[in-house]
């Protein structure tokens, strides 16, 4: 069984680590009319320590993201149905030749 004041209501994760998530040591108790300065009082050297403790050992590197082209942005997206454009430019170029036979007569 934990000791309470050692323990100080922490919760751990499978790694023995502290979860700061569901840990009820960080959640402010509002019942008692706590300030905000006080909180952050009882909680900020701990909470720095823990995220000291869990932070990544090696550095990260980020490899590479993807980054949308800027014609991406101003470009329709594609058509879902590609068989309706080319029926509409069939249509329009039909409708042209019938306007110019009538001009051509």
């Given at each position: ?5 050692v ?70 997206p ?28």
């Amino acid at each position: 069984m934990a000791d309470p004041k050692v323990d100080h209501d922490f919760a751990y994760n499978d790694r023995g680590e502290i979860d700061i998530l569901l840990s009820p040591f960080y959640d402010p108790d509002w019942e008692y009319d706590e300030m905000v300065e006080r909180y952050v009082k009882r909680i900020l050297y701990s909470l720095a320590h823990t995220i000291d403790l869990q932070k990544p050992k090696t550095p990260w590197h980020l490899i590479g993201r993807s980054t949308p082209s800027p014609s991406a942005a101003t470009s329709p997206p594609p058509s879902t149905y590609p068989w309706i454009k080319t029926i509409g430019v069939a249509t329009v170029l039909v409708a042209s030749l019938s306007v110019l036979k009538t001009f051509l007569r």
